[in-house]
């Protein structure tokens, strides 16, 4: 039985023009052990798509909610479900 989970959160604030994916993707590879993406959307937001294990993806929600982060957060909507796959390693989209 896997203990994995999907993370998707939805990053509101001055997070687009900041280096925001790349760093999101360096946290994902400092934690290790996670699969996805970050993605740029066309509100202004970044959405982050994280599958691993919950203790590793609550630590990048963590650190997305944080402020370590380029930029500036004003908010983080996150929704846990099951893996789906498919991800080689954490991506810039």
Not at 64 to 82: A, F, K, M, N
């Amino acid at each position: 039985m896997s203990d994995d989970v999907r993370l998707v959160a939805w990053v509101r604030g001055r997070v687009q023009g900041v280096g925001f994916r790349w760093f999101t993707r360096a946290k994902a590879l400092e934690i290790g052990g996670l699969r996805g993406f970050a993605l740029n959307l066309g509100d202004g937001r970044v959405q982050v798509v994280a599958e691993g294990s919950r203790e590793r993806c609550e630590g990048l929600l963590e650190w997305l909610q944080g402020g370590d982060t380029p930029g500036h957060v004003d908010g983080v909507t996150e929704i846990w479900d099951t893996p789906r796959g498919g991800y080689e390693g954490f991506a810039v989209r």
